[in-house]
C-alpha cells in the first residue's frame, strides 16, 4: 500500500515536472524579438561596443566607419549603451523601443572629445523596391556641420537634412551615380568629393554622411558612406 502510494506521487510530481519545463519551452521558444545592427560614425570614439540591458550585443569591437550584425535583440523597451572598447568607459546611454520583428541601424555619432557621443536609431523598412528599382535613404550623421543636400549626378534627392536627421526612403532606377554632400545655399558647393555608387536593382542602401568637421587627415575628411540592407 505504502509503495503504491508513493508511486502514484511520484507519477504525479514527474507530470507536473514536465509541464512546467513544457510551459517554460513554449514561453523561450516564443518571445519576442528583433534584428540590430550597429555602424560606427563617431570620427574620434575608436573602437566601440554595443550593450542592450547590459548585454554585450558587438562580439568584436566596431572600429570608425564600420559595422556589426544584424544580431538578434528582444523587443520591448531597453537600454541602449555604447562603450568604448578600449576603456570600457560608456559613451553613451540612452533608452530605446524595439518592436517585434522590425530591423533597425543604430549609428554612433558625435564626438567623444565633447563628451558628445550619441545614437541615430533608424528603422530599416526591408519592403522590396519596384522592379528595375533601387530604395534608398539618407542619415546625416557629422556633429557640428550645417544641413546637406545629397545630390545625384546632376540633381538633388534629399533636401537640407541635418544632423542626426534621417530621410525616408525614396526609389531610383538601379544603376551607376556620382553622389556627393552639397551645401544647401545657391553656390552648391561640394561639401564631399564625388565617386561612383553602384546601385542594385531590388537592393535597399542607406547612405551616410561622417567625418570630422575641419579634419586635415584623409581618413576623418568629411565623407560619404554607403550601406546595404539586403
Known sequence: ?????????????????????????????????????????SPDAGPVNF??????KTTAPVTYG??????????????????????????VSSPVNITKDANYSVFVCGLATTNSVNTI???????????GKAKVRFVHAVAGA??????????????????KS???Y??????????????????????????NQTFENGKIYTIYFKGLVGANTDALKLNLGVIATN
Do not use: H, W
Not at 175 to 182: D, N, Q, R, V
Open 1 to 41: 500500500m505504502f509503495i503504491q502510494s508513493f508511486f502514484n506521487r511520484f507519477c504525479c510530481f514527474a507530470v507536473l515536472a514536465i509541464a512546467i519545463a513544457g510551459i517554460s519551452s513554449c514561453k523561450s521558444s516564443t518571445t519576442a524579438t528583433a534584428s540590430v545592427r550597429v555602424i560606427n560614425v
Open 51 to 56: 550593450y542592450l540591458s547590459g548585454s554585450l
Open 66 to 91: 564600420n559595422s556589426f550584425g544584424y544580431f538578434s535583440a528582444i523587443a520591448g523597451s531597453q537600454t541602449a549603451e555604447v562603450k568604448s572598447s578600449t576603456s570600457a568607459s560608456t559613451l
Open 121 to 131: 536609431v533608424a528603422q530599416d523598412i526591408l519592403t522590396m523596391p519596384s522592379p
Open 146 to 163: 550645417p544641413q546637406v543636400n545629397l545630390s545625384v549626378n546632376s540633381g538633388v534627392l534629399f533636401l537640407g537634412v541635418g544632423y
Open 166 to 168: 534621417v530621410t525616408d
Open 170 to 195: 525614396t526609389e531610383i532606377t538601379a544603376g551607376t551615380y556620382s553622389i556627393k554632400a552639397i551645401s544647401t545655399d545657391v553656390s552648391a558647393v561640394g561639401v564631399t568629393t564625388a565617386f
